[in-house]
T-cell receptor, first 115, second 113 residues
């Protein structure tokens, strides 16, 4: 067990709605990354937060946004949900020192279904 | 444009034999590589990593080999056990450039009793 927790475990929304997913990072870690994993694919990087600021972003539109809090927990917000947003959303925490980061440890994920 | 490729979607191996999972990458800036294992309804679990200054790293039954000139790495599991049945993801990162991890599409390993 990694110590990374995510909530909720499952969620059903309708197209056009907004959703907030939450993640608590592993103790001692200062960086949180979010990934989207569609069925049959590997995790795709959405963005990373380090010291409460966005520190890198993948190829996702601005309706995907996030926050990191002083205790290093994090939120992923998705506005104007589309059917293709249905996926497993994974949070991973890691320790970044300087510009280098090592292994990322994943939470169990939140499965989002958009109808 | 997939920077990390796992060309075998699935692999079946007999219990006790060796499992070899392969991964190829295209970005020469990648210098840190990891393997994750994922069971259904769980997040990926870290298995083993290797930096580009090494060509082999071993941890118990798991060994990762890196061939930088071929931009290829492989994960060997010896001996394979039924509990190893899972989806295995290869991931790569340009560690000192602060870039995030790029994952391959995964290989589903089935270890048959």
């Amino acid at each position: 067990e990694t110590g990374v927790t995510q909530s909720p475990t499952h969620l059903i929304k309708t197209r056009g709605q907004q959703v907030t997913l939450r993640c608590s990072s592993q103790s001692g870690h200062n960086t949180v990354s979010w990934y989207q994993q569609a069925l049959g694919q590997g995790p795709q990087f959405i963005f990373q937060y380090y010291r409460e600021e966005e520190n890198g972003r993948g190829n996702f539109p601005p309706r995907f946004s996030g926050l990191q809090f002083p205790n290093y927990s994090s939120e992923l917000n998705v506005n104007a949900l589309e059917l293709d947003d249905s996926a497993l959303y994974l949070c991973a925490s890691s320790l970044k020192t300087g510009n280098a980061q090592k292994t990322q440890y994943f939470g169990p994920g939140t499965r989002l279904l958009v109808l | 444009d997939q920077q990390v490729k796992q060309n075998s979607p699935s692999l079946s191996v007999q219990e006790g034999r060796i499992s070899i999972l392969n991964c190829d990458y295209t970005n020469s800036m990648f210098d840190y590589f990891l393997w994750y294992k994922k069971y259904p309804a769980e997040g990926p679990t870290f298995l083993i990593s290797i930096s580009s200054i090494k060509d082999k790293n071993e941890d118990g039954r798991f060994t990762v080999f890196l061939n930088k000139s071929a931009k290829h790495l492989s994960l060997h599991i010896v001996p394979s056990q039924p509990g190893d049945s899972a989806v295995y993801f290869c991931a790569a990162s340009a560690l000192n450039y602060g870039q995030n991890f790029v994952f391959g599409p995964g290989t589903r390993l089935s270890v048959l009793p």
